[in-house]
C-alpha cells in the first residue's frame, strides 16, 4: 500500500487567479500594487471556497445564507483594508520575498474534471489532521452521525484557523507592521476568527443529516493527498 507523503487542503483556482499568479511570477520587477491585487483575488476566492460554495452546494435556507454572506463580506472588508494598508507600506526591497511566499501557495493538483492537473490554492496539512479529517469524513459517509455534527465543527475550525493562519499570520511575520499597522491588524484578525466560528458553530451544528452528508461531499473536495 502506498505510504501517504503529505496533504493539502486545496481549491482549483479560476482563470482569473491562475493569471494573476503567473503575472506575478514572471514580472521582472513586482510592485506592491501587484502583489495585494493578487492576494485580494486569493482572498476572495479563499472566502467562497470556505464559505458560499459549500453553504451553496449543502442547500441552506435563505436566512442561513445571509449569515454566511455577512460572515464572508466582514471578513472580506477587513481583509481588503489590511492588505491595502499592510502591502501598500512594504519597503520595495521586501517585495519579491511576499510574492515568493503567496506563489508557494500556488500548486498544480488534478483538476475538478479528472482530465490532467490545473492550478490550485493549497494550504500544506499534518498527515495526522489528513487522517482526522478523512476518517470523520467516511464516518459521515457510512452514515454514522452521532457525534458527526461537533466533530465537523472541530475540524472545520482547525482547517479554516490553519488556512487563515497561513494566509494572514506569515505574511504579518514578514512585513512586520509598525505598532498601528499591528494593532488593526491583530483587531482585524480577531473579527475574522470570531466570525469564522460563529459562522461555523452556528450552520453545521443546525444541518440535518442529509445536509452534514452534503457537506463531507463538499469537503472531499478539498482533501488532495499525496503519496510516495
Request: aromatic share 4%; hydrophobic share 45%; proline share 4%.
Amino acid at each position: 500500500m502506498s505510504e501517504l507523503k503529505y496533504a493539502f487542503i486545496a481549491f482549483a483556482a479560476s482563470d482569473q487567479l491562475a493569471g494573476h499568479l503567473v503575472r506575478l511570477e514572471n514580472r521582472d520587477s513586482v510592485g506592491a500594487e501587484d502583489i495585494r491585487r493578487t492576494m485580494q483575488a486569493v482572498t476572495d476566492e479563499l472566502l467562497d471556497a470556505l464559505f458560499l460554495a459549500p453553504a451553496t452546494h449543502i442547500g441552506l435556507s435563505d436566512r442561513r445564507m445571509r449569515w454566511v454572506r455577512l460572515a464572508a463580506d466582514t471578513i472580506g472588508k477587513g481583509s481588503s483594508l489590511l492588505l491595502k494598508r499592510g502591502v501598500g507600506r512594504l519597503p520595495a526591497h521586501k517585495h519579491a520575498s511576499l510574492a515568493g511566499q503567496v506563489l508557494l501557495l500556488r500548486q498544480h493538483l488534478p483538476a475538478t474534471d479528472g482530465a490532467g492537473e490545473q492550478p490550485h490554492i493549497a494550504f500544506p496539512v499534518r498527515r495526522s489532521l489528513y487522517r482526522h479529517a478523512r476518517q470523520e469524513l467516511d464516518r459521515i459517509h457510512a452514515g454514522q452521525m452521532d457525534t458527526a455534527h461537533e466533530e465537523m465543527v472541530l475540524l472545520l475550525e482547525e482547517v479554516t484557523g490553519l488556512m487563515l493562519s497561513m494566509f494572514f499570520d506569515e505574511p504579518k511575520k514578514m512585513i512586520k507592521p509598525g505598532p498601528i499597522l499591528e494593532k488593526m491588524a491583530d483587531m482585524t484578525r480577531a473579527t475574522i476568527d470570531k466570525a469564522t466560528r460563529k459562522v461555523i458553530g452556528n450552520i453545521v451544528r443546525d444541518l440535518d443529516h442529509e445536509q452534514l452528508a452534503r457537506g463531507a461531499r463538499y469537503m472531499d473536495g478539498l482533501l488532495h493527498p499525496v503519496y510516495a
